[in-house]
């Protein structure tokens, strides 16, 4: 099994900065597409990021130029949030496309998530 988790989450001011780290672990073979996708109270779960391992990117148009995913090997992704908006209020999810071996599909897997809250 994959096993994702996150960290970084707590309380921040508008304006302010945080850093969502990701770590998978586990009987992992590859990763494609690592994410971040995040759930405010009474909505749906909602693509926030993602990133492959070619390097491309896409951003859920409510972050750009806020938020930037990165990935520092094949099984750590990272969230840089900036300039962070009561509206960024959220529970954010770690999402990973993963396979525990060479003959086995795709599958996606979720974190636990953090909870991110911006509000002074």
């Known amino acids: 099994q994959v096993r994702l988790v996150e960290s970084g989450g707590g309380l921040v001011q508008p304006g302010g900065s945080l850093r969502l780290s990701c770590a998978a672990s586990?009987?992992?073979?590859?990763?494609?597409?690592m994410g971040w996708y995040r759930q405010a109270p009474g909505k749906e779960r909602e693509l926030v990021a993602t990133?492959?391992?070619?390097?491309?990117t896409n951003y859920a148009d409510s972050v750009k130029g806020r938020f930037t995913i990165s990935r520092d090997n094949a099984k750590n992704v990272y969230l840089q949030m900036n300039s962070l908006e009561p509206e960024d209020t959220a529970v954010y999810y770690c999402?990973?496309?993963?396979?525990?071996?060479?003959?086995?599909?795709?599958?996606?897997?979720w974190g636990q998530g953090t909870q991110v809250t911006v509000s002074s």
């Open positions: 990133l492959t391992t070619g390097g491309s």
């Open positions: 999402n990973a496309g993963a396979r525990t071996s060479w003959n086995t599909a795709f599958r996606t897997y």
């Open positions: 586990g009987i992992i073979f590859s990763i494609n597409t």
